[in-house]
């Protein structure tokens, strides 16, 4: 054991199969919840019903061979690090803006889906792509960028969750009703009290314990329709393209965005999973690490939309299990992958899922959605703050939520420009981006920092 990282397996140490399955359990335990809740929030909230469990098991099933990929290395794809792929919630605004665009104009769950897996299709060869110059974007995408897009997709979620928490867009006459906020209110305080509570693995189930003890109190109050249990297959073969694929450009601007944003994330949990595997966190090998890294998120990602599931990325929650485990091996990587994918095949775990009452989802969402903003503001907060980063922010932040807000002020724009602005997480990113290369920066080494050192003290915090 390495008295500097603590760790009891190293990166390519083989541990039997026993403890090699034990750590597996407790990642898949860590990642299981924010693996299936991106399919559950998108399905719940474009109304795909039945679809749900399918989605469900998709996301498991990806994200088994995707997991496999990123530890195990395949050529130039992968990181070589134990690095858990999951559903990323990033992607939640603009897959959700697509589908509402569709469903707006009159298209079925079926068309949703291909519009959404059309864009992401695409929109994977952007990290692709970025992958190969992500030592070169410093000047570009820096942590204010970086921050003020994820802040942005967090707080024009809110209004989704808390829509969910009163009762949900169909709920009529029933919208805010008292039982529907005794439900939401049920879910925030199991969530609160398990992350509080103070054991690891209570607040990493903490999500998944506040929809069960919500869907209980639900149940108990008669609100729960139980008819939807056991309906559907009960094991589903992934199908490729089951669903088509569909394109529109003013709808795949955001999902690029995203894509962009995704990229940077990558970048940091590699740089914190490296750090707690005591790998080397500069030189030749730890760049090969993040391009390999970021490659095998643009191709995870392509793999998703094919299978039938949305955008895949590193899970961060799982550095905070090597790091309590002690276990950095990337061989265990591989019983992970194994476990989700035999999951993948039961659609039946969708099905439970199916039983959620829309108030309970909507108090976890109204949770992830927040914290989704508060990662943002975090990765604000680790900058200085001078006028200049003030003025990029207050602009990027006062155009992003205008939209939200106002969504009228750009219904005389030409359909494409307003398909375009009318997006928060695109004008925001746009804003942002065009105001940090247009406001001279006076900082000595602005243009000269890479982004993983940029982003490396905001990361090493959570570790």
């Known amino acids: 054991m390495s008295e ?14 026993a403890p090699a399955a034990l750590a597996a359990f407790q ?31 998709m996301s498991l099933f990806v994200s088994g061979i995707c997991t496999f990929i990123q530890c195990r290395t395949i050529g130039p794809v992968g990181s070589g690090l134990l690095s858990v792929q999951g559903t990323s919630f990033a992607f939640l605004g603009p897959v959700l803006a697509a589908g509402f665009a569709v469903k707006n104009e009159g298209g079925t769950p079926e068309n949703m889906l291909a519009m959404i897996f059309g864009l992401c299709l695409a929109g994977c060869l952007v990290e692709i792509v970025l992958s190969q110059f992500i030592d070169k974007l410093g000047r570009i995408i820096t ?69 069960v003890a919500g869907t ?27 669903f088509g694929l569909d394109f529109d450009l003013g709808l795949f601007i955001p999902i690029a965005f995203v894509f962009l944003v995704t990229a940077i994330e990558t970048s940091g949990d590699l740089t914190a999973n490296s750090v707690i595997a005591g790998q080397p ?7 090969k690490r993040i391009k390999g890294g970021i490659l095998a998120d643009g191709i995870n990602s392509g793999l998703a939309a094919i299978f039938n599931t949305f955008p895949n990325t590193t899970f961060s929650q799982n550095n905070g299990v090597i790091q309590m485990t002690g276990v950095a091996s990337r061989h265990v990587g591989l019983y992970i992958a ?38 943002g503001i975090r990765i604000l907060a680790t900058q200085e703050i001078d006028r200049r980063k003030v003025y990029i922010m207050a602009v990027s932040f006062g155009l992003g939520l205008g939209v939200t807000l106002v969504p009228d002020a750009t219904q005389h724009l030409p359909p494409f420009i307003k398909q375009v602005i009318a997006t928060p997480i695109t004008l925001a990113g746009l804003s942002a981006i065009i105001l940090s290369l247009v406001i001279p920066d006076t900082s000595e080494d602005a243009a000269t920092a890479p982004v993983q050192d940029a982003l490396q003290d905001s990361i090493e915090q959570g570790i």
């Open 281 to 287: 966190v500069k030189g030749p090998l730890y760049m």
């Open 143 to 211: 942590p204010t960028v970086t921050g003020i897009i994820i802040t942005v997709i967090g707080l024009s979620l809110v209004k989704v969750g808390f829509t969910d928490f009163a009762g949900g867009a169909r709920a009529g006459e029933s919208l805010g009703a008292p039982v529907n906020l005794a439900m939401g209110a049920v879910v925030v305080i199991a969530i609160l009290t398990m992350t509080f509570i103070g054991n690891p693995m209570l607040r990493i189930s903490a999500i998944m314990i506040g929809i």
């Open 338 to 375: 194994g476990i989700l994918v035999v999951l993948g095949f039961f659609p039946v775990i969708g099905q439970i899922f199916l039983l959620v009452p829309k108030p309970v989802l909507g108090g976890a969402t109204l949770v992830l959605f927040g914290t989704i903003a508060v990662a």
């Open 4 to 17: 500097q990282t603590a760790l009891i397996y190293g990166l390519e140490d083989r541990p039997a199969p």
């Open 216 to 242: 209980i109190v639900a149940a108990a109050l008669g609100q729960v329709d139980f008819s939807t249990a056991g309906q559907g297959d009960w094991i589903a073969i992934p199908q490729p393209f089951k």
């Open 27 to 57: 990642h898949i335990l860590a990642s299981i919840v924010g693996i299936v809740t991106p399919s559950l929030v998108i399905g719940g909230v474009l109304g795909l019903g039945p679809l749900i469990p399918y989605l469900i098991a």
